[in-house]
């Protein structure tokens, strides 16, 4: 069942190939142990993929894809959960970063100023960001470490339901034909 839906809303390897800006990328997608999706494959591209969400650097997208190159993982979902953090959702996470960073640090949180300025930046960031750092990389570890986990134990418990609901079919075909033959 997940393994469906994945595979509906993924592109296909194919597609990425006849693409003419990602030619240079062909070695990569030609690789099809990183298009599988497995269990082990699903998991660990929830890990890469929202763990490269989380910190606020640029190019993220071709973090995650070393990521899953290096790991083994599945290259779509991996380099797509990195837009979970995208211009509209990026405030809120890396302000909640910061504060975790902060209470983390035993810092005070600074305030934000009634206009925002190049040069309010300029003289924060010295404060502000080994505080987002650490904020976004303890959020980072925590949330791909339990994403992985959870995806994992969602796909163990559809596969168990699926193999039940196959083995209730056939006692039940069993038990119609069993009847079938002493009439």
């Not at 693409?19 to 660990?44: C, D, E, H, K, M």
């Not at 837009?83 to 640090?105: A, D, I």
Request: proline share 6%.
């Amino acid at each position: 069942m997940l393994r469906r839906l994945l595979q509906r809303h993924i592109p296909h390897q194919d597609t990425l190939k006849r693409n003419r800006s990602l030619r240079f990328l062909s070695p990569i997608v030609a690789n099809t142990s990183l298009w599988v999706l497995t269990r082990r494959s699903v998991g660990n591209a929830f890990m890469v993929g929202l763990f490269c969400a989380m910190l606020p650097i640029p190019f993220q997208m071709a973090l995650a894809a070393c990521g899953a190159w290096l790991l083994r993982c599945n290259l779509p979902l991996s380099v797509g959960l990195v837009w979970l953090t995208n211009p509209l959702t990026m405030p809120v996470v890396f302000y909640g970063n910061y504060r975790l960073g902060s209470w983390l640090l035993d810092t005070p949180v600074q305030p934000a100023p009634n206009h925002l300025s190049t040069h309010w930046f300029a003289a924060k960031m010295v404060d502000i960001l080994p505080v987002l750092f650490l904020g976004s990389l303890v959020s980072a570890v925590v949330l791909g470490i339990i994403s992985n986990i959870v995806l994992r134990l969602i796909w163990r418990w559809q596969v168990s339901r699926s193999w039940k609901r196959r083995a209730k079919r056939r006692c039940a075909q069993r038990e119609v034909i069993h009847r079938n033959t002493l009439t």
